[in-house]
């Protein structure tokens, strides 16, 4: 189902290591997934997205893997960066039914 | 415009009072969301609009909430006799209902109800 909570969990990295945020998804209906990154005082902006017939799609510095037996979804960064401080959505949806939202994961990088 | 549209992008308000927000969607998108985020929180969905077909309200927190689309455009979110616990951002987003597109999310109004 939806978000059942609204606190933000929060993932602390160190600067230059690899952060991974994961994600429940709930519709195994659901055929496209997205990754949102949401800087503080701005609304959430799209990273990367991936479709039901992939199982891994790499941006730059951005790695999205999908499990879809497990439902699950996860967002790799590679080398952590201070810009990367955010808080980071996941998204699942299919055709034309309406967009869910994973609650968000906070993350923070550590000089 | 080209993206998501928000306005006011700041409302204070006084407790009791009717505030209304808007949201300009990008042109053509079809769906349209609004998603309340408290101070360091995550998303809560509040409603979604699809075309033509009735809105999806499952996720209003109360009556004094209601939101309008005319036109399948504009869409106006009111908040009446508002309280405290109702300062948050408000984020709107809209999106194509073509397969594997994402939604965009506009800058949001911060309501402080004081």
């Known amino acids: 189902g939806e978000s059942v909570g609204l606190h933000l969990p929060t993932l602390s990295v160190q600067e230059g290591d690899n952060s991974i945020i994961n994600c429940a998804y709930s519709?195994?209906?659901?055929?496209?997934f997205i990754w949102y990154k949401q800087e503080s005082g701005k609304g959430p902006q799209f990273i990367i997205d991936i479709r039901s017939n992939m199982d891994k799609r790499q941006g730059q510095r951005v790695t999205v893997l999908l499990n879809k037996t497990v439902k699950h979804l996860s967002l790799q960064i590679a080398a952590t960066q201070p810009g990367d401080s955010a808080v980071y959505f996941c998204?699942?949806?299919?055709?034309?039914?309406?967009?869910?939202f994973g609650t968000g994961t906070r993350l923070k990088v550590l000089a | 415009g080209a993206g998501v549209s928000q306005s006011p992008s700041n409302k204070v308000t006084e407790k009791g009072k009717d505030v209304e927000l808007r949201c300009d969607p990008i042109?053509?998108?079809?769906?349209l969301y609004w998603y309340r985020q408290s101070l360091g929180q995550g998303l809560e969905f509040l409603i979604y609009?699809?075309?033509?077909?009735?809105?999806?309200k499952s996720g209003l927190p109360s009556d004094r909430f209601s939101a309008e689309r005319t036109g399948g455009s504009v869409s106006t979110l009111t908040i009446q006799r508002t309280q405290q616990e109702d300062s948050a951002v408000y984020l709107c987003a809209s999106s194509s209902t073509i397969a594997g597109t994402e939604a965009f999310f506009g800058q949001g109004t911060r309501l402080t109800v004081v």
């Open positions: 042109s053509g998108h079809t769906a």
């Open positions: 998204a699942e949806g299919s055709g034309t039914y309406k967009y869910i």
């Open positions: 519709n195994s209906a659901s055929d496209y």
């Open positions: 609009f699809q075309g033509n077909s009735a809105p999806d």
